[in-house]
């Protein structure tokens, strides 16, 4: 399973961003697929995930009003749409696929390269 994440850059706070992650290779095990990200001196969290099946979401409280997850399983991809963007959103985003929901980090087995979001006016 391979996965491949981009659509990070540069926006104001206020801004909106899109990022997408593309799995390819056996999909079976990435019920799950998750966005992670990882301010810099931070430790890895859990942004949003999505069911793969049935579209189940989840978010973390930071971003829930502002992120929406979505899929699109004719394209394998999932989507993060970053709206109201604020400077402490800034972080490499990572998505991650796994075969059950959780917001464990430690728990993922694949892992896309990151992409940088930088929110800055």
């Known amino acids: 399973v391979q996965l491949q994440a981009s659509g990070g850059g540069l926006a104001r706070p206020g801004g909106s961003l899109t990022l997408s992650c593309t799995v390819t290779?056996?999909?079976?095990?990435?019920?799950?697929r998750t966005w992670f990200r990882q301010a810099p001196g931070k430790e890895r969290e859990f942004v949003a995930v999505?069911?793969?099946?049935?579209?189940?979401?989840y978010y973390a409280d930071s971003v829930k009003g502002r992120f929406t997850i979505s899929k699109d399983n004719a394209k394998n991809t999932v989507y993060l749409q970053m709206n109201s963007l604020e400077p402490e959103d800034t972080a490499v985003y990572y998505c991650?696929?796994?075969?059950?929901?959780?917001?464990?980090?430690?728990?993922?087995?694949?892992w896309g390269q990151g992409t940088l979001v930088t929110v800055s006016s």
């Open positions: 991650a696929a796994n075969n059950y929901i959780t917001d464990d980090p430690t728990r993922f087995n694949f």
């Open positions: 999505i069911a793969s099946t049935d579209g189940r979401t």
């Open positions: 290779g056996d999909t079976r095990t990435t019920y799950a």
